[in-house]
């Protein structure tokens, strides 16, 4: 039997270890009693969840990166990190003010941003860094976001609008040598995976409301 909005959070999380951003749930069935509001509180826990992780781990990401004890590290960061990759691009919602075009724009987006994290996280473990829990953490939060998001298609019975793979990023991108050079890479997803929660977790605020 398919889970449930009430027990989504506890069932998923039981089963968590087994999921990937690819396919972070199964056996969904639509609840003819969710409304928009209902829908949008779910996928709102999982952001506010990721968002509050972000608060404190993006100055230590930053204070990492730029080998920095200064408090205003993640803003220095951001000021040096003006680049973003084409692979994060998701494609803009075809109505900003409507919930299933939104809904399709989140998923895409936290798709092609798993891939990212992803990578990241390989060359964590693979290079020993001080930050593999917390990207590990990130990658959690990612699959939780979208099974949400699944869930949300499910009742809306649509379907992603595209099949995102982690060839969307290229060889270029991943074998990389030098830490200088996986720390611009690393920094520009990280800055591109805080905007995505910040602008999600509000857009998902005004449709809870509604």
């Not at 968590?16 to 396919?23: E, I, R």
């Not at 800055?191 to 509604?210: M, P, W």
């Amino acid at each position: 039997m398919g889970d449930s909005p009430d027990d989504a959070t506890s069932s998923r999380s039981r089963r968590m270890a087994t999921f990937h951003w690819s396919q972070p749930c199964t056996g969904l069935v639509k609840n003819p009693d969710n409304t928009q509001r209902d829908l949008s509180r779910h996928i709102l826990h999982e952001l506010s969840t990721a968002h509050s992780f972000l608060i404190d781990f993006r100055i230590k990401y930053a204070q990492s990166a730029m080998d920095s004890t200064q408090d205003n590290a993640w803003e220095a960061l951001l000021t040096e990190t003006q680049f973003k990759y084409d692979f994060l691009n998701a494609a803009a919602p075809e109505n900003p003010n409507d919930f299933n075009s939104q809904l399709l724009h989140a998923y895409e987006k936290m798709q092609r941003l798993a891939v990212g994290i992803e990578q990241v996280t390989l060359d964590q473990a693979l290079y020993e860094g001080d930050l593999l829990q917390d990207f590990r953490t990130i990658e959690t939060h990612i699959v939780k976001i979208l099974c949400q998001l699944h869930y949300a298609m499910v009742h809306q019975e649509l379907k992603p609008p595209m099949n995102v793979t982690k060839e969307i990023m290229d060889e270029s991108y991943r074998d990389l040598d030098g830490t200088s050079a996986r720390i611009m890479r690393d920094s520009a997803i990280v800055v591109e995976y805080n905007k995505a929660i910040d602008h999600l977790k509000d857009i998902f605020v005004t449709f809870e409301t509604q």
